[in-house]
């Protein structure tokens, strides 16, 4: 991986949060990505922006490249090829360890996260470990999403929050603060999805971390510009991890009744 630009300003941030990373991840995203950055900017001016371009064939990341030569706060990271969202998101994440960042933000380059609603989700990071921009609870709003889109989202994240036990209305969400603190506290190590199951396994390592996790409510607006990464077989791998992973945890529940059964015959 080459980084085209390092020039991260050692001093502000955001009050009560400290030094804050937004990391966009773009694939083919050059219709939006000048636009997304400006709105950041425009948002939460105190914040840094990483654009991780996984080598974008439509020149995303030579458009990114010009707007990081305009403006010490937006950098950007050039990958190899296109690796998939949670390999860019955990890119992110490291790089933003390595420069003493204090909290990180997820945000899709598409426009479909708001960059208006940051200062909200920021707000909310003072108070808790990982900030989630959710759909699916009170005062939220979803923008131009046909049925069977809602129905997907709505019935996932309802299986993913019983399956898992987590107390969570958007599991799948993709706009999102982690503390770094919460990010050392999680085995990144061990991530291996992708797509909707990264958000997911993300959310269950956090819970399960005992992190104090929030959801602020967002609005959510399909794309307008570029084409849609979501695919038959992200909900596909979606749903087998997740029921891999509740399986798992179960398993694990039942091992430690046993041990703890065992423990109290001894005594």
């Known amino acids: 991986m080459v980084e085209a630009t390092d020039t991260t ?8 949060v400290g030094r804050v990373l937004v990391v966009i991840p773009t694939y083919n995203e050059a219709d939006n ?23 974008s064939p439509d020149g995303t990341g030579v458009i990114a490249d010009a707007l990081a030569g305009t403006d010490p706060r ?34 899709d380059a598409d426009g479909s996260h708001a960059p208006e609603d940051l200062p909200a989700l920021l707000d909310a990071a003072r108070r808790a470990d990982v900030v989630i921009g959710s759909r699916w609870t009170s005062g939220a709003r979803v923008v131009n999403w046909p049925l069977r889109r809602l129905a997907l989202s709505r019935c996932g994240n309802l299986y993913a929050r019983l399956a ?11 706009y999102r603060v982690y503390r ?4 050392d506290a999680i085995d990144l190590e061990s991530v291996c999805s992708q797509g909707y199951s990264f958000q997911v396994e993300l959310s269950r390592l956090a819970h399960r971390a ?12 399909e794309r307008e510009r570029g084409d849609s990464k979501m695919s038959p077989l992200i909900v596909a791998e979606a749903l087998w991890r997740i029921t891999t992973w509740a399986v798992q945890d179960r398993r694990r529940a039942i091992g430690r009744g046993r041990r703890g059964g065992a423990d109290g015959q001894d005594r």
């Open 164 to 174: 898992l036990g987590m107390p969570v209305s958007d599991a799948t969400g993709g």
């Open 74 to 107: 937006v950098h950007v990271l050039h990958r190899e090829g296109k690796q998939g969202l949670g390999a860019a998101y955990l890119a992110g994440f490291g790089w933003a360890r390595e420069r003493g960042f204090d909290a990180v933000v997820e945000m």
């Open 180 to 183: 770094s603190s919460a990010l």
């Open 9 to 16: 300003r050692r001093t502000g941030g955001v009050a009560g």
């Open 210 to 221: 005992g992190m104090r996790i929030v959801e602020v409510p967002i609005t959510f607006a």
């Open 33 to 55: 990505v000048s636009d997304i950055v400006a709105r950041v900017r425009r948002a939460a001016p105190e914040v840094e922006i990483l654009v991780a371009d996984d080598n």
